[in-house]
C-alpha cells in the first residue's frame, strides 16, 4: 500500500464518522481533513505533506475549510 493510499484510508475514515463539529476537532485531525479536501481538489503531494507537517495554525485551517471546501460555520 503506498503511502497515498494509507493516507486517503485514514481521512475517508475521518470523514465517515462525522464532520459536524470538525471545529472541536484536534489540530492533527483538522490537518487530515484539510490536507485530503485539498488533494481531492488537485493539490499536489508536495503541498499535502507541507499540510499535514502541521504547519498551519487550527484557527486557519477551520477557516480555510469553511471559506473553500463549505463547511459549516458555528
Known amino acids: 500500500m503506498t503511502e497515498q493510499e494509507r493516507f486517503e484510508k485514514v481521512a475517508t475514515a475521518l470523514i465517515n464518522s462525522g464532520t459536524e463539529d ?5 489540530k492533527t485531525f483538522l490537518c487530515i481533513l484539510y490536507a485530503y479536501e485539498q488533494w481531492k481538489d488537485g493539490a499536489e ?8 507537517s502541521g504547519l ?19
Request: charged residues 30%; without cysteine; negative net charge.
Open 22 to 26: 470538525f471545529q472541536v476537532w484536534s
Open 45 to 52: 503531494w508536495d503541498y499535502v505533506q507541507e499540510v499535514l
Open 56 to 74: 498551519f495554525d487550527k484557527e486557519h485551517i477551520i477557516e480555510r475549510l469553511q471559506d473553500k471546501f463549505n463547511y459549516p460555520v458555528q
